[in-house]
């Protein structure tokens, strides 16, 4: 773990009509996040920015913490290439640990990524899921999805209870779980059409 960098939220947003692409400095933050994580926590990630043909970077927001609160990784890759997107669903199907629609009855985590809140009302509502595995609140990322995102699907890689990083590190006061879930991590990817999203969550 770096002792130089405690703190860096980078947030990219991009249109993704205009395909930009991501400029070095992005692409050496990225990595340099990615190298604050133990690699099995990110290994599902792409490793750098420089994508293949039919790829496009659609946008990355990435906080490493102080040790207050939840951090994450999530990265959007615009995909034109349909056979990429088979073979990874392909891969994920037989990876994950469950596969979910926006429609199913999902723990989604009861955090707002914006003010760093719990949302207090959601975290109650969350009681009577006993036995859900935690996913991120996508609704309330920086970035608002267009409709057709939230008839994807959802890849549940894992999601484990427990201290995955230096206690330093770790939200102080949990993200509005039950107390067995008072820290611990979920990593996935959120597939919808031409779009892929890449996530990690640590607590």
């Known amino acids: 773990m770096k002792s130089l960098i405690l703190l860096i939220i980078l947030l990219f947003l991009t249109s993704c009509q205009e395909n930009k692409s ?11 996040i990615l190298s604050l994580y133990p690699n099995s926590l990110v290994a599902h990630f792409p490793q750098d920015l420089d994508l293949p043909q039919g790829l496009h970077w659609g946008f990355s927001d990435l906080l490493f913490p102080r040790g207050r609160y939840l951090s994450y990784i999530h990265l959007a890759i615009v995909c034109d290439d349909q056979l990429y997107v088979d073979s990874l669903e392909k891969r994920l199907s037989i990876d994950s640990k469950e596969i979910l629609n926006f429609k199913d009855t999902c723990l989604f985590i009861p955090y707002d990524y914006r003010t760093f809140e719990i ?49 330093s590190c770790l939200s102080r006061y949990g993200v509005g779980l039950s107390k067995d879930w008072n820290h611990g991590y979920t990593r996935g990817v959120t597939i919808m059409k031409k779009g892929i999203v890449y996530w990690l969550e640590v607590w």
């Open 22 to 32: 991501p400029t070095e400095e992005h692409k050496r933050n990225y990595k340099e």
């Open 119 to 167: 949302i207090k009302e959601d975290s109650v509502k969350n009681r009577r899921l006993n036995g859900k595995y935690p996913v991120p609140n996508f609704r309330r990322w920086h970035y608002q999805f267009v409709p057709e995102f939230y008839e994807g699907t959802i890849y549940l890689l894992d999601a484990r209870k427990g201290y995955f990083l230096p206690d």
